[in-house]
């Protein structure tokens, strides 16, 4: 099951980056909660999760890598991740940007339901 969840994990993250939106939603549940980063709070479906990612990638051009993936004892898949953050010419942000999203390394937590993501939160120690 854990190997299944890693998989689903290393797809997800493929996706993202590829920014293929219809790739990451497939491993998606309908009524997803997924964490804002950007703006805080959490988007839930597809379709408010479309428009955070499209809001985000108008912004910024976001890299996350995962590093390792473990399981908590809730049964959540734990993903660190590291973050890399460049504007839309491919820079390094530098400087106040207006959100939070920058260069740092993250604990991604997925909680899964049926193969699928049901809720998606971010443990970020610098806060």
């Excluded at 994990?9 to 998606?28: C, P, S, T």
């Excluded at 597809?46 to 473990?70: C, D, G, I, N």
């Excluded at 908590?72 to 991740?81: D, H």
């Excluded at 839309?88 to 991604?108: A, F, I, N």
Aim: aromatic letters at 8%; a negative charge; charged letters at 30%.
């Amino acid at each position: 099951m854990f190997d299944n969840d890693v998989r689903t994990m290393g797809h997800l993250y493929e996706r993202f980056n590829a920014r293929d939106i219809d790739g990451v939603l497939e491993a998606l549940s309908g009524d997803v909660q997924w964490a804002n980063a950007m703006e805080g709070g959490h988007e839930r479906g597809h379709e408010a999760v479309r428009a955070y990612w499209t809001r985000q990638w108008a912004l910024v051009s976001p890299t996350v890598t995962p590093k390792t993936f473990s399981r908590s004892p809730s049964g959540a898949v734990l993903v660190e991740v590291e973050q890399r953050v460049f504007d839309l010419e491919g820079r390094p942000l530098s400087g106040e940007q207006g959100h939070d999203l920058k260069d740092k390394t993250v604990t991604h937590i997925f909680h899964m339901e049926g193969g699928k993501v049901a809720r998606f939160d971010v443990d970020d120690p610098a806060k």
